[in-house]
């Protein structure tokens, strides 16, 4: 399974993948992988690899660290900024674009975040309608 996650600086892009994380069980640290370009975390009988590409001045650069290995595995691959490394990364399953929410998107709190979810293959659409029909959230 292949999910990017897509938003600018700031966007909520690693704070997202910690809360997944959470909820699959993990309670070690979900550090931020901008330094170490990929975090892997065991929880739950799956291997979570979560990338973050935006260090990369070139998209070879994916190639050169060896990352492609991660992707033929049957984990689960979270990847930000993946535009990055685009002509080498596999398909995404599902693409989460995320952006600051602002006026009345923001919500009571304060700044809030939107996300915009999309299922791109069979895999993601399954994992999709799971999440819909056990959650809350509205489908546009
Ligand atoms: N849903 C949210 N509501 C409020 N604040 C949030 C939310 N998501 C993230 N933040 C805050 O926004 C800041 C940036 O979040 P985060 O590091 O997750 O962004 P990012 O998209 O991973 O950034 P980068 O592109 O630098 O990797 C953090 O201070 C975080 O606490
Ligand atoms: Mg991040």
């Known amino acids: ?22 909820a699959a069980g993990e309670t070690g640290p979900v550090k931020s992988p901008t330094y170490a370009l ?3 975390h065991v929880v739950s009988g799956l291997n979570f690899y979560h990338f973050d590409f935006y260090r990369f001045d070139q998209a070879e650069e994916y190639l050169d660290a060896g990352l492609d290995e991660y992707f033929s595995g049957s984990g689960v691959c979270l990847v930000e900024w993946p535009d990055k490394a685009a002509p080498y ?3 995404a399953d599902m693409r989460i ?3 600051v929410a602002s006026g009345v ?11 915009r979810i999309i299922a791109a293959s069979d895999k993601g659409r399954a994992c999709l309608a799971g999440v819909m029909s056990s959650s809350s959230l509205r489908q546009a």
Request: no cysteine; hydrophobic share 40%; proline share 7%.
């Open 1 to 22: 399974m292949v999910i990017w996650l897509e938003g600018e600086l700031g966007a909520g892009k690693t704070t997202l993948v910690r809360g997944l994380l959470r």
């Open 38 to 40: 990929v975090e892997v």
């Open 89 to 91: 990364l596999p398909p």
């Open 97 to 99: 674009e995320l952006h």
């Open 105 to 115: 998107e923001s919500g009571p709190g304060g700044e809030g975040r939107r996300a």
